[in-house]
Nanobody, 115 residues
Framework: QVQLVESGGGLVQSGGSLRLSCAAS????????MGWYRQAPGKQRELVAT???????TYSDSIKGRFTISRDSAKKTVYLQMNSLKPEDTAVYYC?????????WGPGTQVTVSS
């Protein structure tokens, strides 16, 4: 069983920055992948960024160059640094981990970007 807890969301003006954190309950190297997804009102949940056990990162085209995923293994925490935020980045952001044969999700944190 894996528990994930996100934090760091909030309200920010367009062009601003936020850093999301996802604290995991198990050693990160026991998980094949961790990542961030988001879901805007009326839209499907979409991939934002992932990081593999080996440290390889992937990003969606919509945020490439603005967001950075990273991790601190000692703290069992994955981060999402979000810069140059746009109103279209407004969504609930979810942390995801693939552990064993299952996907685990955090409860989500709201990010709202005002224009």
């Amino acid at each position: 069983q894996v528990q994930l807890v996100e934090s760091g969301g909030g309200l920010v003006q367009s062009g601003g920055s936020l850093r999301l954190s996802c604290a995991a309950s198990v050693n990160m190297f026991s998980m094949k992948n961790m990542g961030w997804y988001r879901q805007a009102p009326g839209k499907q949940r979409e991939l934002v960024a992932t990081i593999t056990r080996g440290g390889t990162t992937t990003y969606s085209d919509s945020i490439k160059g603005r967001f950075t995923i990273s991790r601190d293994s000692a703290k069992k925490t994955v981060y999402l640094q979000m810069n140059s935020l746009k109103p279209e980045d407004t969504a609930v952001y979810y942390c995801n981990a693939y552990f064993g044969t299952q996907n685990y999700w955090g409860p989500g944190t709201q990010v709202t970007v005002s224009s």
